[in-house]
């Protein structure tokens, strides 16, 4: 389907490093590229938007505060950041990014502008721990799955968390796959020397991980899996990000004594020139709603071992891109990084089948099925 109107976007997104932060970003600065006007709105300049470019507007959430407030109502005044930013840039739609509360806060708003006369469709793309852990919780379940329904469109990030979100929540709606995206060409670099001298002075085998170090990802998994990989063949392990998981990670390094052979480098804004150094990427998470993460590491050729959960299966060929164990098998998954690391030649071959495979996500092929989603409702 050709493309004849340019459309003017609102995108409501977490800021920070996250995944669903991370696509959001890159999915408003695709459509700024093919021509649409975009506007983030958030309470953060999301990290990965950079350079300033004429059609991408921020709008940043204000939430005042007043003694009363134990808790700041984000999500009023995110609601009220909404409708002003639709009503004063005339705006077509508004996609949301993770369910929570963004999902609700676009319901409010479209009740608000509806009353003025003005229809809004809101698209809300589900991401993972919104449906899977967050929005689950008793707590949080009855509004997450009304406004999921009152969503004018639904979309998820894998086939897995489609069938996830219809297992959990009452969902009145079709939901449309839309699976996550790599801009493979910012992720083509050449390996900067003197950066991979400093991380593996004597030629050893660079091994990366990077998340928000929550328990889901199961940091000390990584550090043993590592661990079997080091006893065979020196490698180095970097670990980028950072949260909750951290102090006991670098405890586990030092009882494991491989404090010299880890380094911490904490939350990177250039993963591209970090992958580049990397021979393996390690996701062991107990759950992935798709891993966006590792088919980052991918596309800049770096082959991944994963657990098989989730929709990591979605994204990771056994074989061919890497490998896949059971949550909690380090041993398997050790054997596994020593099977991809120990012969260079054997190296080459996953990693240069890990950015052929990572371009079947590449942002050019997903970029139309929204723009194709957002014509429906113009
Ligand atoms: O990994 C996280 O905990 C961050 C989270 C987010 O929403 O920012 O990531 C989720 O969304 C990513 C982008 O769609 C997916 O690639 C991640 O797999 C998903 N995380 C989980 O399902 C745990």
Known sequence: ????????????????????????????????????????????????????????????????????????????ALASTMVDVIKNNNLDLLHVHYAIPHASAAYMAKQ????????????????????????????????????????????????NLRDE?????????????????VDVSRFN??????F???????????????????????????????KELNDKIPSRLMLVGDGPERPAAED?????????????????????????IADLFLLPSEYESFGLAALEAMAAGVPVVTTNAGGLKEINIPGETGYMGDVGDVKAMGQQAIKILRDNE?????KERAATHAK?????????LYENLYEKFL
Request: charged share 25%.
């Open 252 to 276: 586990l390094c030092r009882d494991l004594k491989l404090m010299d052979a880890v380094r911490f480098v904490g939350k990177q804004e250039q993963m591209e020139d970090i992958l580049a």
């Open 346 to 350: 054997v190296l080459r071959q996953f």
């Open 165 to 181: 979100t219809y297992k959990h929540f009452k969902i009145t709606k079709e939901i449309e796959v839309i699976k996550n995206f």
């Open 1 to 76: 389907m050709t493309i004849t109107k340019t459309m003017r976007i609102g995108i409501v997104c977490y800021p920070t490093f996250g995944g669903s932060g991370v696509l959001a970003t890159e999915l408003g600065k695709a459509l700024a590229q093919k021509g649409h006007q975009v506007h983030f709105i958030t309470y953060q300049q999301p990290v990965r938007l950079g350079a300033f470019t004429p059609n991408i507007f921020y709008h940043e959430v204000q939430v005042p505060t007043y003694p009363l407030f134990d808790y700041p109502p984000y999500e009023t």
């Open 196 to 226: 991979k001298k400093m991380i593996a002075p004597n030629g050893e085998r660079v091994v990366m991980h990077a998340s928000n170090f929550r328990k889901l990802k199961r940091i000390p998994d990584v550090i043993k899996i590592f």
């Open 189 to 194: 670099r050449k390996p900067i020397d003197a």
């Open 112 to 159: 608000i502008l509806k009353k003025e006369g003005k229809n809004v469709p809101v698209i809300t793309t589900l991401h993972g721990t919104d449906i899977t852990l967050v929005g689950r919780d008793k707590t949080y379940a009855p509004v997450v799955t009304f406004s999921i329904n009152e969503s004018d469109a639904i979309t998820a990030v894998s086939d």
């Open 360 to 368: 079947k996500f590449d942002i050019s092929i997903v970029i139309p």
